[in-house]
């Protein structure tokens, strides 16, 4: 089976798709309580009086730089270090604070959001959220451009992902990690494994299923259950209100433990919670401190979600050419096929694959990696969402998730 490049046209096809697909807004919300105070939510706005400027860069005299991140997302050795990053202060000559920060995109960009309305600092000179956070951001003015001068390697970029609508030409945006939300099990709890997401429902796993607190993750693959390709633009608030009636369903009973960020992996290791929506890299990460393949990961037969983790510089940070010159140095191939070796997460890296062909051949043929055409079929990007649904959307998950 052929092995395919990042910028493989599989992945171009997937994401333009995500990419062209607007709905025209439906006027009347309905069902599951998606009404009055979903719609108040949607019309909040950032206040304040004006957009906030870019911090004086004083990268050529301050040679540090933080960097804040998801768990399990860069290579660490046995002593907790990122060779990595060691590598590139060597290289450099910047130091960089590594904070294992984010856990789930709305809580984090709660703990920011003030700062990044006022142009200051926020803690982290740089940070990877999902890219739909990372498009309403940009949308408030709230991440600085880029110099790609600083970038040379950003031709590395595969070209699929060069151009989404929300940065067209990545003018303040640059991918770290692409990746699956699937469904996992506990093989030894359940060595007959999982197919679907309606397995999850069973009644023999009452208590004992976490779900992603990651709303298109979650939401994704029960609308993908119930037939709707959330890829395209067919599909509008009815539908999503079904979905979430399912959810809603499963919290209230008690079907599911919980609706988590990376904590979920704590459940699993603990035996709390045997089957759930997860994301592909931490399962490998589980496996790993478990000393054997104890979890599963599939992408369920009505298919997966496909999302991508991307490098921003807010506003208030002032080493921004710093953070570029650290985005440039994991843009170099062997870097990152060292870094995917690591987190088992899609590189956005083209020449990643022949890197790690030759350095980490024991990935090379890692679906969850490197995967090939049958596999990213089954792998859909949630559609882009205008503001009211990103919002109306948003208020009935966190709502459900409240009650969980």
Same mark, same amino acid.
């Given at each position: 089976m052929t092995r395919p490049t990042p910028q493989d046209p599989i992945i171009?096809?997937?994401v333009a798709m995500a990419r062209r697909a607007q709905l025209s807004r439906r006027r009347v919300l309905q069902g599951a309580g998606i009404g009055a105070g979903a719609l108040a939510l949607a019309a909040c706005t950032p206040g304040g009086a004006g957009a906030p400027q870019p911090a004086k860069d004083i990268s050529d005299t301050d040679k540090t730089l933080t960097w804040g991140n998801w768990p399990a997302y860069i290579d660490e050795d046995d002593d907790g270090n990122y060779p990595t990053l060691l590598a590139f202060d060597e290289q450099t000559g910047i130091k960089v604070e590594y904070k294992v920060e984010i856990d789930d995109n709305n809580t984090?960009?709660?703990?920011?959001?003030?700062?990044?309305?006022?142009?200051?600092?926020?803690?982290?000179?740089t940070f990877?959220?999902?890219?739909?956070?990372?498009?309403?951001?940009i949308r408030f003015g709230y991440v600085q451009d880029l110099?790609?001068?600083?970038?040379p390697n950003k031709k590395n970029?595969?070209?699929a992902l060069l151009n989404?609508?929300?940065?067209?030409?990545?003018?303040? %945006?640059?991918?770290?990690?692409?990746?699956?939300?699937?469904?996992?099990?506990?093989?030894?709890?359940?060595?007959?494994?999982?197919? %679907?997401?309606?397995?999850?429902?069973?009644?023999?796993?009452?208590?004992?299923?976490?779900?992603? %607190?990651?709303?298109?993750?979650?939401?994704g693959l029960i609308l993908l259950s119930q037939g709707v390709d959330i890829s395209s633009s067919?599909?509008?608030?009815?539908?999503?209100?079904?979905?979430?009636?399912?959810?809603?369903?499963?919290?209230? %009973?008690?079907?599911?433990?919980?609706?988590?960020g990376n904590e979920y992996l704590e459940d699993f290791n603990s035996g709390n919670a045997v089957a759930g929506i997860v994301w592909s890299g931490d399962i490998t990460a589980a496996n790993l401190e478990a000393g054997y393949e104890k979890f599963k990961f599939a992408l369920p037969d009505s298919g997966g979600t496909l999302w991508g983790d991307t490098f921003v510089v807010p506003m208030g940070s002032p080493?921004?050419?710093?953070?570029?010159?650290?985005? +440039?140095?994991?843009?170099?191939?062997?870097?990152?096929?060292?870094?995917?070796?690591?987190?088992?997460?899609?590189?956005?890296?083209?020449?990643?694959?022949?890197?790690?062909?030759?350095?980490?051949?024991?990935?090379?043929?890692?679906?969850?990696?490197?995967?090939?055409?049958?596999?990213?079929? +089954?792998?859909?990007?949630?559609?882009t969402l205008d503001s009211a649904d990103d919002q109306a959307f948003n208020a009935e998950f966190q709502r459900v998730k409240l009650g969980a």
């Open positions: 171009a096809d997937l984090y960009y709660g703990t920011i959001k003030d700062q990044l309305a006022l142009g200051q600092a926020t803690g982290s000179d990877c959220l999902t890219e739909w956070m990372v498009a309403r951001l110099d790609a001068a600083n970038i970029l595969a070209p989404p609508d929300f940065d067209p030409g990545r003018a303040k %945006s640059l991918p770290w990690q692409n990746g699956f939300a699937g469904i996992a099990w506990d093989t030894d709890a359940l060595p007959g494994g999982l197919e %679907s997401v309606d397995d999850l429902w069973q009644p023999a796993l009452k208590g004992k299923v976490t779900v992603l %607190s990651e709303m298109r993750d979650t939401m067919d599909w509008g608030t009815d539908e999503y209100a079904a979905a979430i009636e399912v959810l809603e369903k499963n919290v209230t %009973s008690g079907q599911i433990l919980g609706i988590k080493r921004k050419k710093n953070a570029e010159t650290l985005m +440039n140095y994991y843009y170099e191939p062997e870097v990152a096929a060292e870094v995917a070796a690591w987190v088992n997460y899609i590189t956005p890296v083209v020449g990643a694959a022949e890197a790690a062909q030759e350095l980490f051949p024991d990935i090379a043929d890692n679906q969850l990696i490197f995967p090939n055409e049958e596999t990213l079929s +089954n792998a859909h990007i949630f559609r």
